[in-house]
């Protein structure tokens, strides 16, 4: 386990698309902060339309926030542009968080905290604040103490709360650009501890986040994040990852799926259509990238 001394500066890095609606929001929770050290903002602006750079130069910005903008427009995708925001970084400690999500008062503290004791901090995230009740139950989300812990693996982490030492970002290349579709946390995580640096899980490193709240983009979200499960199983298998691979799974997740659709009554059922999309969406996105890839994955 990792033992170092608390950073000299922090940089929470923030990418961001036409999200400006609710950035503005997470850039007031950022300046509630409790964190008493040195730090500062980057906001990383992936081609955004919406005026979010107008806006940063403007005082609306919350005072007393020490926030940078800076250009990723160059490359789609928010893994391009966290490593552009990097680059520009100050800080020897990084924090990531989304721009969609309010982080808590104490979180960058907590994060720090956890860091004197390890190479990567992961925190955990609470949907119960900022979603409807209905929403909440569409996507189930492991407690706050449980970490993200992968069966028989490493354990991965979460893009919204988490937190590195820049040395280890820069040793393992930074982020990997060429995940499009959800996944590049667990692969960031994955690849820090394959190298030998320490991941430890931090409860008290809270962001409230936000939940796809219909049905469209449910499935959109949730679909990409079967296809990327493919794609970390794809990667990771050479290295011994096995917790996906299940062969007697597919038939019956398709039974319990269609035994469970919501066109019967939920009294038989017992599962909402929400939460039927999210599992059948994931599983749809896991097929689709099997297939693509020729690999089982179910």
């Known amino acids: 386990m990792a033992d170092r001394r608390p950073p000299e500066h922090v940089t929470v890095v923030i990418p961001v698309r036409n999200g400006l609606t609710y950035l503005r929001e997470q850039l007031k929770a950022l300046a509630a902060q409790d964190y008493s050290g040195d730090w500062d903002v980057i906001v990383s602006d992936n081609g ?17 926030l020490d926030v940078n903008h800076v250009d990723s427009s160059a490359k789609a995708g928010a893994t391009y542009a966290r490593n552009v925001g990097v680059q520009a970084a100050r800080g020897d400690f990084l924090a990531f968080t989304d721009s969609d999500d309010l982080v808590r ?5 907590e994060l ?6 390890a190479d ?3 925190g955990t995230v609470d949907v119960s604040v900022i979603n ?29 709360s988490m937190g590195v030492w820049r040395d280890v970002h820069d040793a393992i290349g930074g982020f990997d650009e060429t995940y499009t579709h959800g996944g590049d946390d667990n692969d960031y995580a994955w690849r820090c501890q394959i190298a030998g640096y320490s991941l430890v ?4 490193a ?11 983009d449910l499935w959109k979200q949730t679909y990409s994040y079967g296809r990327a499960a493919v794609t970390n199983y794809a990667t990771y298998r050479p290295h011994g990852l096995s917790g996906y691979n299940h062969p007697w799974l597919l038939p019956f997740m398709i039974l319990t799926l269609a035994v469970r659709n919501p066109l019967l009554p939920r009294s038989i059922t017992r599962l909402s259509t929400g939460r039927w999309i999210f599992y ?15 690999i089982m994955c179910v």
Not at 105 to 109: P, V
């Open 280 to 294: 059948t969406a994931h599983e749809a996105g896991k097929m689709r990238e099997s297939i693509a890839r020729r």
């Open 132 to 160: 409807d009740p209905e929403v909440v139950e569409w996507r189930p989300m492991p407690a706050a103490d449980a970490g993200w812990a992968v069966r028989d693996w490493y354990p991965a982490a979460i893009g919204t």
């Open 201 to 204: 899980h931090s409860p008290a």
């Open 112 to 117: 720090v905290d956890t860091a004197t004791t």
């Open 48 to 64: 955004s339309s919406d005026g979010l750079a107008e806006y940063l130069r403007s005082a609306e910005v919350p005072g007393g």
């Open 206 to 216: 809270v962001v409230d986040y936000r939940l796809r709240d219909n049905y469209r």
């Open 105 to 109: 008062t104490d979180w960058l503290r």
């Open 120 to 122: 990567l901090v992961t």
